[in-house]
């Protein structure tokens, strides 16, 4: 059984303050949940001061992005072992605002996925379409055409260690959702694409997150698809309560 994963993205969200009083509230509330991994995912700016507020408990640290090389003369950028010394265990890639407003592609995608791999942080990897791909009705192609640009040159092993997260763009900070019978036909989409790349086995071990708008009265409809493993939250993961509200809606729903 794949276990539920549950990351909050935060985006360009939450100074060093706000971020301390944000995990020390998440840590009270969701203290005793064994049952779903959860990470946080804060901006560069206030990861290390994260890190000592998560220091042995159940929240697992993650990062919104990284550059594919470990140095050298890129202003701006932050690489894996510079998120690796941060005791980062967790990386965003390919996110559709990364794509939209910052030109990345699946090839830049595959190399930050290899960088990320390389230095043992684990991957999450986007993907999805926008609206108007969808009601052009290439949803699917859009979604092999991802898969096989960003996955491209890893190995069954190393797709094991990979979480991908489909990411309807139309539904990304818009209040729309994806229902659940939409959410799931992708997923086991992604899933037999997977089988096709790899093998059965590494389809049925991969954990696969579904992300936009999601929120706690929709979470429980959503876990309970056999294909979603999971979310990646945005807008609802910046407020402790309904956050903590997604993670105990997802608790037991995989039994």
């Known amino acids: 059984m794949r276990k539920i994963i549950i990351a909050g993205n935060w985006k360009m969200n939450k100074t060093q303050i706000e971020a301390i009083e944000f995990v020390n509230q998440l840590k009270r509330a969701i203290a005793d949940i064994q049952e779903v991994d959860i990470v946080v995912c804060p901006p560069f700016t206030a990861l290390a001061d994260v890190k000592d507020v998560l220091l042995e408990s159940n929240i697992g640290l993650g990062a919104q992005n990284l550059f594919w090389e470990d140095s050298g ?14 005791d980062v265990q967790y990386v ?14 699946d090839a830049t995608v595959n190399k930050r996925l290899k960088s990320a791999l390389k230095h043992g942080l684990i991957p999450i990897v986007c993907i999805g379409e926008t609206l108007a791909e969808r009601e052009a009705g290439k949803t699917f192609v859009v979604i092999k055409t991802q898969c096989l640009g960003g996955l491209q040159g890893i190995s069954s092993e190393e797709m094991k260690k990979i979480i991908l997260a489909y990411e309807p763009v139309w539904a990304i900070g818009t209040g729309k959702t994806a229902t659940p019978q939409q959410a799931q036909e992708v997923h086991a ?19 696969i997150q579904y992300g936009g ?17 999971g979310a990646l939250v945005g807008g609802a993961s910046l407020k402790a309560d309904s956050f903590v509200d997604i993670i105990k809606n997802s608790c037991g729903v995989k039994t």
């Open 213 to 229: 708008s999601v929120k706690p009265d929709n979470t429980n409809d959503l876990m309970s698809q056999p294909d979603i493993d």
């Open 189 to 207: 989409f992604i899933r037999r694409q997977l089988q096709e790349m790899f093998d059965e086995e590494t389809a049925a071990e991969v954990r």
């Open 73 to 86: 003369a890129y202003t701006g950028e932050v690489s894996a072992p510079m998120l690796k010394s941060l």
């Open 92 to 105: 965003i890639i390919g996110h559709s605002e990364r794509r939209q407003y910052f030109q990345e592609t």
